[in-house]
């Protein structure tokens, strides 16, 4: 199956950002860089900027997803992932970070902290209804499948 092929358009807003690419033919996200030195404390959260704007292509959003080597190596993860960038925002892309882990994490220039993937979206007319159709589900919620095989 072909990839669709789309334009994305970036705008750096600091000198130091770095324009994302694809790090391998195939590859679903692209690698976001900070654009600065940032100490994050254990259970800290830290908003790293990109320096990047972006303009996406019609009806798709952009997802801001963890680095699997900083979440296994470091504890360090997107704390509201994924994080959503709306077709019409056209502001600096941020990242918000958290360290999980016991040591203090030191963010650096130009370093990879988070991958940018962009997924279509769907628009939906919305109604309101006083009852919805019935499932063989119906409302069962958390934990209703059981926690066993």
Known sequence: MNKVKMKLIFKKTHADAIIPSYAHPGDAGMDLCSICDKEILPNEVALIGTGLSVQLPENTEAQVRPKSGLALKYAITVLNTPGTVDEGYRGEIGVILIN?????????????????????????????????SSTQRGEGGFGSTGLNK
Do not use: F
């Not at 882990?101 to 279509?120: D, F, M, R, S």
């Open 100 to 132: 999980h882990g016991k040591e203090t994490y030191h963010v650096t220039k130009g370093q990879k902290i988070a991958q940018l993937v962009i997924k279509p979206t769907l628009s939906v007319d919305i109604e309101e209804q006083k009852e919805l």
